[in-house]
T-cell receptor
């Protein structure tokens, strides 16, 4: 299994600011995935992060808005830049381990 | 391209009644199918998954699902609902579990299950 810790678990932010979410895994993994869950909606993949290379973004998501770092095989960060109320969501980190996907508990962001 | 459709955004059952949450998928390659549960203010928890082999899959908390290729379905069932089953349930599909970049899950829009006493 994989244990994933995310920080912060929740935060309230002001419009125009940026927030960085951290994801720590208890074991080394090749790929880490960042998802967004907007209120009342399903999960949408933002990007895939591979250690040592730039993240791969899904359609509708860009690096300037959601820069991602992946400095090693157990850690990643997602920054939500220049936030607006539309960015209010739960952001989840996910990894694959032994053929199963594991999720962190999510970071719930509210943008005022 | 893959997609998942969950029929019914809200389902309400009585305690002790059968739970049936519907999921249909679209995939051009053999799919791997998942059901996740999300309790209020918590992260996603895997209920069960289908990869290969037996098409009837048993998961945690008494849930099971059957992969029906001819119907492109993976409906989730539980014979007798419990109050603690109240949560949101997500069906998801992928076609690669090898740890590569194609491991991304495609999620359905979720079904909120309410259990009435």
């Amino acid at each position: 299994s994989a244990v994933i810790s995310q920080k912060p678990s929740r935060d309230i932010c002001q419009r125009g600011t940026s927030l960085t979410i951290q994801c720590q895994v208890d074991s080394q993994v090749t790929m880490m995935f960042w998802y967004r869950q907007q209120p009342g909606q399903s999960l949408t993949l933002i990007a895939t992060a591979n250690q040592g290379s730039e993240a791969t973004y899904e359609s509708g998501f860009v690096i300037d808005k959601f820069p991602i770092s992946r400095p090693n095989l157990t850690f990643s960060t997602l920054t939500v830049s220049n936030m607006s109320p539309e960015d209010s969501s739960i952001y989840l980190c996910s990894v694959v381990k032994s053929g199963e996907l594991f999720f962190g508990e999510g970071s719930r962001l509210t943008v005022l | 391209a893959q997609s998942v459709t969950q029929l019914g955004s809200h389902v309400s059952v009585s305690e002790g009644a059968l739970v049936l949450l519907r999921c249909n998928y679209s995939s051009s390659v053999p799919p791997y199918l998942f059901w996740y549960v999300q309790y209020p203010n918590q992260g996603l928890q895997l209920l069960l998954k289908y990869t290969t082999g037996a098409t009837l899959v048993k998961g945690i908390n008494g849930f099971e699902a059957e992969f029906k290729k001819s119907e492109t379905s993976f409906h989730l069932t539980k014979p007798s609902a419990h109050m603690s089953d109240a949560a949101e349930y997500f069906c998801a599909v992928t076609h690669d579990l090898g740890g590569g970049a194609t491991n991304k899950l495609i999620f359905g829009t979720g079904t909120l299950l309410a259990v009435q006493p």
